[in-house]
């Protein structure tokens, strides 16, 4: 079955780097989208970033943008996602999910990732 495990998160002072890593297997990865969303306490899940499946198209949300970098490498039936983050301020603090789409093109919309990682804290303290 499809798993993604996230792992990386912590506490971090702001202004400060953090590197998020999403470890999926049990299919091919390298024809479908993935990204990194967040939820922060008593918010909604929302978009961060988003990679296609050769990683050669990126896109971001504008509140990250030209902060955090999402990568990653495909190989037989697993993928690396990673989520560098630099600049980090406590706007940033939440649960960072890793998702994956089952084909297509990167999108913002969560309901289009039907695979999903358990999540990973992030805290930025100011």
């Known amino acids: 079955q499809v798993q993604l495990v996230e792992s990386g998160g912590g506490l971090v002072q702001a202004g400060g780097s953090l590197r998020l890593s999403c470890a999926a297997s049990?299919?091919?990865?390298?024809?479908?989208?993935m990204a990194w969303f967040r939820q922060a306490p008593g918010k909604e899940r929302e978009f961060v970033a988003a990679i296609s499946g050769s990683g050669i198209s990126t896109n971001y949300a504008d509140s990250v943008k030209g902060r955090f970098t999402i990568a990653r490498d495909n190989a037989k039936n697993t993928a690396s996602l990673s989520l560098r983050m630099s600049s980090l301020g406590p706007e940033d603090t939440a649960v960072y999910y890793c998702?994956?789409?089952?084909?297509?093109?990167?999108?913002?919309?969560?309901?289009?990732?039907?695979?999903w990682g358990q999540g990973t804290q992030v805290t930025v303290s100011s």
């Open positions: 049990g299919r091919t990865f390298s024809d479908a989208a």
């Open positions: 998702a994956a789409r089952s084909w297509g093109f990167l999108s913002d919309l969560s309901s289009n990732y039907p695979y």
